[in-house]
């Protein structure tokens, strides 16, 4: 009897402390990096484990990754990236595709990006934001913070310009970086389709032309390079409340960075909260997103550069659709937002 007693409190004392040891293995990582890289693909959703990867998988296999983490109940862009960039959830911050493409905001604006954080706790720090769709770039990150924005047309020039801001001496304390033709393919070839699976790992290869630039101007050394979806797909679309549209990749790897899958509980707008932890910055109270707490542990040497996929990307043209269905498209469109915005007009009224 004495022996299993003590068996016992011998066993609490070793979880204690391993507990303690995490506990304090994750408050060392605040503030331990100079640098944050967020990457989001558009309507990637859990695709990066349905497909070859091998970027995403020497960058990120021996890290932290999940594939399933939650989006916000409504899975479309506006909503995710708002919640991702400002650590609310979609009610809070009332972001549609419709009002990020009506209204830039800037810094007096509530429910303030992690720009905004970020800024006032580092004033002259170098602050860049690189998209495909541009609404993020105006309607989301505030327009008065000296954020340099670049838009492009399409992913691969996305990684292109990357690569200049680097090359031209450019260190910057946080970086997001959105990347389109996922969704895109989704859009005009239906999710799970051999188009959408071809932008994945054309997506791929460009996460990792984006990761060899960062490490071959040393910002790996203090740098946290992180991957995030802002949805999933269906075959026909997103926007409900599917499995396959509510799972979103989150995937870390930086110094202090556990070898973990991360638990059920992970949502992409928790991006926001590790970014902010990483560089030194304290939650805001508003924010509803979490560091997870398996995250962050002992110091590890992060990878090298990595080798892009070599594959045919031919299968379709990503970046582009036929013009006639691109007429026809953007009829839709803007179909659609004069609804939405004569609907919203008349409900005003009342």
Not at 233 to 250: D, F, I, P, Q
Not at 283 to 292: D, E, G, L, N, R
Not at 314 to 322: T, W, Y
Request: aromatic share 10%; hydrophobic share 40%; charged share 15%.
């Amino acid at each position: 009897m004495k022996k299993t007693i003590t068996l016992l409190l011998c066993l609490v004392v070793a979880f204690s402390c391993a507990g303690a040891a995490v506990a304090e293995n994750s408050e060392s990582s605040f503030g331990a990096y100079d640098h944050v890289f967020i990457v989001g693909v558009d309507g990637a959703g859990a695709a990066f484990s349905q497909v070859e990867t091998p970027c995403f998988d020497a960058i990120f296999g021996d890290y932290a990754f999940r594939h399933d983490t939650h989006t916000e109940t409504v899975t479309i862009s506006a909503q995710n990236w708002g919640a991702i960039l400002t650590g609310v959830d979609y009610k809070t911050h009332g972001f549609t595709n419709t009002s990020l493409k009506l209204k830039e905001r800037d810094s007096s604006a509530k429910n303030n990006s992690i720009f905004y954080y970020a800024r006032q706790a580092m004033p002259q720090a170098q602050l860049a934001s690189f998209c495909n769709w541009d609404a993020i770039n105006h309607g989301i990150i505030e327009t008065d913070l000296g954020v340099e924005k670049i838009h492009r047309s399409t992913d691969p020039q996305i990684a292109e310009a990357i690569e200049g801001y680097l090359d031209a001496g450019n260190a910057p304390a946080l970086m997001f970086v959105q990347l389109d033709s996922v969704d895109h393919a989704a859009h005009t070839h239906g999710g799970f389709s051999d188009a959408y699976y071809t932008a994945v790992r054309r997506a791929d290869s460009l996460i990792g032309r984006i990761y060899n630039a960062v490490v071959s101007h040393g910002l790996m050394e203090n740098g946290l390079f992180l991957l995030v979806a802002d949805h999933g797909e269906s075959k026909h679309g997103h926007g409900g409340r599917t499995a396959e549209e509510s799972a979103a990749v989150l995937a870390a790897v930086g110094k202090t960075v556990n070898k973990t899958q991360m638990s059920e509980a992970v949502h992409n707008r928790d991006v926001s909260a590790i970014s902010l932890f990483a560089l030194g910055i304290s939650q805001p109270t508003q924010f509803v997103s979490a560091v997870p707490a398996e995250l962050f542990g002992g110091t590890r040497t992060v990878p090298g550069t990595v080798t892009p996929g070599t594959g045919d990307y031919s299968i379709v043209d990503l970046d582009d659709d036929p013009p006639t269905l691109r007429k026809i498209t953007n009829f839709f469109e803007k179909a659609y937002h004069a609804v939405v915005c004569f609907l919203l007009t008349w409900m005003y009224q009342f």
